[in-house]
């Protein structure tokens, strides 16, 4: 019986969906840095929201992640800390990625304990920006509010996965 099998019409027109590829991010942490729930936690999250994630794993060398965002031109770069010396040592790898061309365009973020007080305050906050970082969150914030900045990638609800994938952490 044909009658289960459907014959498509050439002649019918159907609306091509454009594929668009998934928004990149490279995610790492600082050189003094060894604690790598944190990384694995936001790879997944930002696998969640349709990206592509390179996740580099504790204790990278500035010029590593330097390396790697030039290399695969991602859309953004996310720093995290646990060990509360990110106010120290972030705006060196801020500065050192957006002291290249090639990456000029690409978000950086920050999170997590940044200080060992604690709490970021406005100065170290400022100095951050001021270093390159677009946008910092603590760890008081709810995760919604990263969430919600990463609607800033267009369409990455509604983006097609491709055929390229997240290497994992190295």
């Keep these: 019986m044909l009658s289960a ?3 498509r019409d050439p002649l019918r027109r159907v609306p091509e969906k454009r594929i668009v590829p998934a928004p990149v991010a490279v995610v790492a942490t600082t050189p003094s840095d060894a604690h790598t729930w944190n990384l694995v936690y936001l790879q997944l999250l ?4 349709g990206f592509v994630v390179h ?3 504790p204790c990278v060398p500035f ?10 031109a ?10 509360g010396h990110g106010a120290i040592e972030i705006p060196a790898c801020a500065a050192a990625v957006r002291a290249r061309p090639e990456v000029a365009g ?6 997590g ?8 305050e406005n100065r170290k906050n400022r100095e951050m920006l001021s270093s390159g970082v677009d946008a910092v969150f603590s760890p008081e914030q709810p995760v919604g509010d990263f969430i919600d900045y990463l609607k800033q990638f267009s369409g990455v609800a509604e983006r097609l996965p491709t055929t390229r994938r997240g ?4």
């Design 106 to 111: 690409m978000r950086i973020v920050v999170g």
């Design 46 to 49: 930002l696998e969640e929201q």
């Design 74 to 83: 991602p859309d953004l770069l996310v720093l995290s800390s646990v060990n």
């Design 5 to 7: 099998i459907q014959v």
């Design 167 to 170: 290497s994992g952490i190295r």
């Design 113 to 120: 304990k940044l200080t060992t007080e604690g709490f970021l």
């Design 63 to 72: 010029r590593e992640v330097v390396g790697e965002c030039v290399a695969t």
């Design 55 to 57: 996740n580099l794993g």
